[in-house]
């Protein structure tokens, strides 16, 4: 197998893009990318979009033609597939796109991934998003997305020392991050009141113990590594690329507050690299809800069981951390488009290893990212190095 | 859930009845037609439940999707029937009333109405044991 190296990155604001069409967010995500790499569109052999649910929040299926088309890349027939895994939409597309390069089958392709949620009413959206987890015996029962983290939170609680104020600290770090990202969908700093004072969702989790509903698009270039400097002075290495499966239903789990799949993906991502957890100087996890920052922190090692929330509160994944966490603010303050979420994971990182996330800039030359789709039935994980 | 995807699983849904695999004696509700631990050498047959169960862990839902809007605040749980497996389900109680550990067994009730076609769905749901 080859190496594989990202070479540009781009994406488009994210939050409420009243007035741009699913499509035309793509198209923008999609040419900041091309513009960063220095690739014109004659060179792109292939892409792969994530995107979980345009069949009910635009009501478009056949994404992959979509995407080629306005893109500009139909008339060369590039092949373009969509990928679909929930809200690991993105990861996934993204790990597709690093199996086709380093496969030797491919040299020059695109991930991208889009989500246009925000042109449906706030309950279709929850119905829609529902439908990651087991329609015929989670849905059918009136079980929502917040519904199925909050039982998740309330077991977590049960067995360990985590307080409702440290799982609040996991929102206000993320809003303090997020307000130094000017993609980010909230840029407003908020306290631990501010997130107990809001409304209850679904026990214990409140409004701002979750990631809003998103419209926005995310897109990056990959080529052999072996061929990154025809194209840039400053690539960046896929070390790492990792997916694990577990039931789609969370009364099925082993574990209610333990993602087996994040510590099945987490570990083969660590063998695969050769490194350890000591060797990652910044991770982007999916932090869906605040409950799942901290479990995605224990679940991937970086602590034992029980202690992400002392160490939330300690400041310990904060940008001036041992660990920063979610250093673009995460999906709770920059924003949850669900299928483009894990390709601004993969910008993020990529931006901090190149230095150039200025006010939130950290010490950073290998970063993770964790994406997951549904409660946890599928989990990705990449290691990248600058 | 549209009528024939509702419709298949009715006996299921109105008796609680999930399925066992004889070969290594796993009990699975929802039923499952594959073991995933014997696989292909598991033998599967229908069983009936008794209903009775312990709440694995809950949460009180205050912001549904359109179908549930008009019955919120409603209690869903995770509950671990007595023979071994679990399942989502509603607990008919007080929000107040509700707390990880309770016993709780099965009730035949009205689940939803479908929005669109108007269909009553009816299912399993749970009350606490005096
Ligand atoms: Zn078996």
Redesign the pocket.
């Known amino acids: 197998m080859r190496d594989v190296a990202v070479i540009g990155v781009g994406c488009t604001d994210f939050g409420e893009h009243w007035s741009t069409s699913f499509r035309d967010l793509f198209v923008k995500a999609g040419t900041l990318a091309l513009e960063d790499a220095g690739v014109s569109g004659e060179k792109i052999d292939a892409l792969y979009v994530g995107n979980m649910s345009a069949g009910r929040f635009v009501e478009q299926e056949h994404i992959g033609a979509l995407i080629a088309d306005y893109a500009g890349l139909a008339t060369n027939n590039v092949p373009s597939t969509r990928v679909e895994a929930a809200c690991a939409s993105g990861g996934l597309a993204f790990r597709q796109a690093v199996i086709a390069v380093a496969s030797g089958m491919e040299d020059v392709v695109v991930a991208a991934g889009v989500e246009k949620m925000t042109d449906v009413g706030t309950g279709a959206s929850v119905d829609m998003l529902a439908s990651a987890a087991d329609r015929e015996w989670e849905g059918f029962a009136g079980a929502t997305f917040p519904g199925l983290y909050a039982m998740i939170a309330n077991d977590y609680m049960h067995r360990y020392p985590l307080t409702r104020e440290q799982l609040a600290q996991v929102a206000v770090k993320n809003h303090e991050n997020g307000s130094k990202n000017p993609i980010a969908q909230f840029r407003n700093r908020i306290t631990v009141d501010t997130v107990l004072s809001s409304s209850l969702v679904a026990d214990p989790l409140r409004l701002f113990d979750c990631s809003p509903i998103t419209d926005g698009a995310a897109a990056v270039v990959v080529v052999p590594l072996e061929r990154a400097h025809e194209f840039t002075d400053s690539p960046v290495k896929v070390l790492a690329s990792a997916q694990a499966s577990d039931t789609i239903a969370l009364h099925d789990r082993r574990d209610i507050s333990t993602l087996d799949a994040s510590v099945a993906a987490g570990k083969r991502a660590f063998a695969q690299a050769g490194l350890t957890h000591k060797d990652i100087d910044l991770v982007e996890v999916h932090d869906c809800f605040t409950i799942a920052e901290i479990c995605a922190i224990e679940d991937l090692g970086f602590c034992k069981k029980g202690e992400a929330g002392r160490l939330t509160e300690e400041g310990a994944t904060a940008l001036n951390g041992e660990l920063p966490v979610n250093t673009s603010g995460g999906l709770k303050a920059c924003g949850h488009p669900v299928g483009a979420t894990g390709i601004k994971q993969i910008c993020e990182v990529v931006t901090q290893l190149r230095g150039e996330a200025a006010g939130r800039q950290v010490d950073a030359e290998i970063g993770m990212t964790h994406n997951v789709g549904g409660t946890g039935a599928t989990v990705v994980v990449h290691i990248l190095g600058a | 859930m549209s009528v024939s995807r509702f419709w298949r699983k009715i006996p299921q849904r109105y008796n609680l009845i999930g399925t066992q ?1 004889t ?4 009990h699975f509700y929802p039923p499952r037609s594959l ?1 995933p ?2 696989r292909r050498s ?1 033998k599967i047959v229908d069983h009936k439940f008794t209903g009775e169960g312990t709440v694995v862990t809950y949460t009180v839902i205050r912001s549904a999707s359109d179908q549930f809007e008009n019955t919120t605040p409603y209690v869903l749980a995770i509950v671990e029937l007595d023979e071994g497996p679990r399942l989502t389900a509603q607990v008919a109680c007080l929000p107040e009333e509700a707390k990880i550990g309770m016993r709780v067994k099965s009730v035949f009730r009205r689940v939803t109405a479908d929005g669109e076609s108007g269909t009553i769905h009816y299912g399993t749901k749970f009350v606490p044991v005096e």
Not at chain 2, 23 to 26: F, I, K, Q, Y
């Open positions: 695999c070969t290594c004696g796993r073991c631990d014997c598991g």
